[in-house]
């Protein structure tokens, strides 16, 4: 294993005052229990945006804490979630008296420990919802998961959600644009090789040189399937269909195309993949309206890329465009 680390045991606590050392005008960092908040939390009258997850993501979450994204982020262990007290001081931290919206993303512990902070929230007068991202369409059989995994659309729907909260809009107002960038939103992963957890020392999974896996999840869960590495051209097919057939979109729709990296996929190889979705949606009569490129929900140093589609409106439109201003996004500002 080769990592630019000091030991397993202190890669997300040295991680996090890397973070603080460089955007000390942009977050607070907390320790005992982590979180990271935005430098000018809690703000009075605004619903506080608080999200979080396991680290080995990033820059999701904690990238994502400022002006016109989420208010909060708490970072678990690398690939694990993390403690409902993290949550429980981060919800505190931000509440600034318009409630606190927690966006969650649909894993088992995830969902399971925010549900019990929420909990504890509320015993102390804290206004708390909750929204649950699942845009994987990877995932076909739900007996055998916690149903469809939280992935790229996490990533834009903080982004909208928080411009929403931004503009002073209520909590109610706040969870409608969530649970609407949900249900308008789908996604799927492919990987070209593994990643390797500090903790573990080793690949997450074998993945021979000449094979890919399709519909990977970001923790390196199996696909749908495993095939001889093909042309980026292929690919985007493999990638394009479930997305667009499952919600469905259709010619004249408006989309916000998320062309992900993993981590470990060079940027030329990701404009590569963005030219044959825009092919594909231009044959579709599907317009793009906006798009993001680059690497925002990575799997560690893993290679391979996720294809994230959002349907858009006049008022999602406006609020993708709406300023913000984190380390890890930035715009208008």
């Not at 606590?13 to 939390?41: C, E, F, Q, W």
């Not at 793009?288 to 490129?293: E, G, P, S, T, V």
């Amino acid at each position: 294993m080769k990592k630019l680390i000091n030991s397993p045991e202190a890669v997300v606590d040295d991680a996090l005052k890397g973070m603080i050392a460089a955007h000390s005008d942009l977050i607070k960092v907390y320790t005992n229990p982590n979180y990271i908040v935005r430098a000018d939390a809690p703000v009075k009258g605004k619903v506080g945006v608080l999200s979080g997850g396991g680290s080995g993501h990033e820059p999701m979450h904690g990238g994502f804490v400022g002006m016109g994204m989420l208010d909060a982020a708490c970072p678990g262990a690398v690939f694990t979630s993390p403690t409902p007290d993290q949550m429980l001081e981060a919800t505190k931290a931000i509440n600034g008296g318009a409630g606190v919206l927690h966006i969650v993303k649909n894993y088992t512990g995830d969902v399971l420990n925010f549900e019990m902070a929420a909990d504890l929230a509320r015993a102390e007068g804290i206004e708390v919802e909750a929204v649950v991202t699942d845009d994987d369409v990877a995932v076909q059989d739900s007996l055998y998961t916690a149903g469809r995994r939280g992935v790229g659309v996490t990533v834009l729907l903080e982004k909208m959600v928080g411009a929403a909260a931004e503009k002073k809009a209520s909590l109610k107002e706040v969870k409608a644009v969530a649970e609407k960038v949900n249900a308008q939103g789908r996604s799927m992963g492919m990987a070209l090789t593994s990643c390797t957890v500090p903790h573990a020392g080793k690949p997450t999974f074998d993945l021979p040189e000449d094979q890919m896996e399709i519909g990977i999840g970001i923790h390196g869960e199996p696909g749908r399937k495993r095939l001889h590495v093909a042309s980026a051209k292929e690919i985007a097919a493999m990638l394009m269909e479930p997305i667009l057939s499952d919600l469905p979109y259709k010619s004249g729709d408006d989309v916000l195309v998320f062309m992900n990296g993993m981590g470990g996929t060079p940027l030329i190889e990701l404009y590569v993949m963005y030219n044959e979705v825009n092919e594909i949606l231009k044959g579709k009569g599907i317009k793009i309206a906006r798009n993001l490129i680059g690497s925002y929900i990575t799997s560690l140093e893993m290679q391979g890329c996720s294809i994230t589609l959002v349907k858009m409106d006049d008022h999602l439109l406006k609020l993708w465009d709406a300023p913000v201003k984190t380390p890890g996004l930035r715009w208008g500002v």
